[in-house]
């Protein structure tokens, strides 16, 4: 039971701009790194953006990541077939069961 | 580079038990906090448990509370699952995977994960 809210699913046309949202609280995004992670299917989990916006080495400045109070957004410019998967938001989580947390995951498809 | 191979999974009955390891390289194992992180079939991510560097600070999510224990080993580079008492519900791909340099932040490389499947 995922406490940080995405959309199921988001679709454009390659080239165009997709953006993620991912809603939570003040117990985990409010007061937490966001971090963003791609999966294609039937691979392991990458991340994609951690810190809010920051980039890993070798993920391209199309990815860009932001945060506003208790959400938090990914978006994706110039979108490219490769760029079809599951991606998910994270954080940790201050409540009485502190953990980390993953939000429900979003699939995107580029039509 | 830095590689984790998740190994242990397989088919076990309900109530059975099965040990994950997890095998560290490229890397200075006992520097890094790490966690064990699920994801049932066609389902999302679930955070499983947490170990700190020294193994000194343990978390676990409520849905294995009782029943999990990780464990490390720095000595060997290895991280284990320990998993009792298991219900049709574990049934997933576990992945081990590095918290950030800091810890307490994102996990930055993950295993390319092993199968547990409980059913009788």
């Known amino acids: 039971q995922s406490v940080l809210t995405q959309p199921p699913s988001v679709s454009a046309a390659p080239g165009q701009k997709v953006t993620i949202s991912c809603s939570g609280s003040?117990?985990?995004?409010?007061?937490?790194?966001v971090s963003w992670y791609q999966q294609v299917p039937g691979t392991a989990p990458k991340l994609l953006i951690y810190?809010?916006?920051k980039r890993p080495s070798g993920i391209p400045d199309r990815f860009s990541g932001s945060k506003s109070g208790t959400s938090a957004t990914l978006g994706i410019t110039g979108l490219q077939t490769g760029d079809e998967a599951d991606y998910f938001c994270?954080?940790?989580?201050?409540?009485?069961?502190?953990?980390?947390?993953f939000g429900t995951g979003t699939k995107i498809s580029v039509l | 580079q830095v590689q984790l191979v998740e190994s242990g999974g397989g088919l076990v009955k309900p109530g059975g038990s099965l040990r994950l390891s997890c095998a560290a390289s490229?890397?200075?194992?006992?520097?890094?906090?790490m966690s064990w992180i699920r994801q049932a079939p066609g389902k999302g991510l679930e955070w499983v448990s947490y170990?700190?560097?020294?193994?000194?600070?343990?978390y676990y999510a409520d849905s294995v509370k009782g029943r999990f224990t990780i464990s490390r080993d720095n000595a060997k580079n290895s991280l284990y699952l320990q998993m009792n008492s298991l219900r049709a519900e574990d049934t997933a791909v576990y992945y081990c995977?590095?918290?950030?340099?800091?810890?307490?932040?994102?996990?930055?490389?993950w295993g390319q994960g092993t199968l547990v499947t409980v059913s009788s």
């Open positions: 490229g890397f200075t194992f006992s520097d890094y906090y």
């Open positions: 170990i700190t560097s020294s193994g000194s600070t343990i």
């Open positions: 003040s117990s985990n995004i409010g007061n937490n790194y």
């Open positions: 994270g954080t940790w989580d201050l409540s009485l069961s502190a953990g980390y947390v």
């Open positions: 810190q809010n916006n």
């Open positions: 995977a590095r918290d950030s340099p800091r810890g307490w932040d994102y996990f930055d490389y």
